[in-house]
């Protein structure tokens, strides 16, 4: 029987050709996240997150420039590789968030969107660092500084939002916890009151 070899496999000879095609998954997961992070940014009620998500879209923009300009220093474009399947059940995870939003409390929503993008995050941490250590042993220099800062600012988004999420967000879902419950109680006494004979 004969050797059959897909596209996918003759990309995947060399620790170059990883490298090439991670940067198409990092380019792709970053163009991904960009499509939603505006829509994300007019849902969420608190304003420090509504700044967070501009922020993100300001970063994601230098990010994919930057892995643009790492393809075409390795003689490839950011299209044609393999999707980023991670990222797009993040996206549609986010998507159904947002469909959701009307329904939903202020602060359930707002700590919802924190966690989707925190997956997100620590999707393109995996990417970019393997990325940065397939440099290292390649011994692209150029390559690696980029990959570095675009793995700090990852690594320092997510750490934002944990704050964020743990000093005010969480906390405002919480408090909505507690309010749903006392709501509950209270239709419950008045169910009983009302269905109770009059001596």
């Known amino acids: 029987m004969g050797s059959v070899r897909t596209p996918l496999l003759m990309k995947m000879e060399s620790l ?22 505006p829509a994300m940014s ?11 998500f501009s922020l993100l879209g300001e970063q994601t923009r230098v990010q994919l420039e930057r892995m643009e300009r790492l393809l075409a220093k390795l003689n490839s474009k950011p299209t044609g590789g393999e999707s980023a399947e991670g990222m797009k059940g993040v996206v549609a995870e986010a998507v159904r968030l947002l469909t959701g939003a009307p329904r939903a409390d202020a602060a359930v929503i707002d700590a919802a969107l924190i966690a989707v993008t925190q997956r997100a995050k620590h999707y393109e941490i995996a990417i970019y660092g393997t990325l940065r250590t397939y440099t290292q042993i390649l011994g692209m220099t150029e390559a690696l500084g980029p990959l570095q800062l675009s793995l700090d600012e990852e690594v320092e ?8 999420a743990e000093t005010t967000v969480n906390l405002d879902a919480a408090e909505a916890d507690q309010q749903e419950a006392f709501r509950e109680v209270e239709d419950s006494n008045a169910e009983e009151l009302s269905g109770s004979p009059i001596k």
């Not at 007019?42 to 967070?52: G, I, R, T, W």
């Not at 988004?157 to 964020?164: F, W």
């Open 157 to 164: 988004a997510d750490r934002k939002l944990t704050a964020l």
């Open 16 to 37: 170059t050709d990883l490298l090439i095609e991670g940067l198409k998954e990092a380019y792709d997961a970053e163009q991904r996240l960009l499509e939603v992070l």
């Open 42 to 52: 007019k849902v969420a009620f608190n304003e420090e997150l509504q700044e967070a």
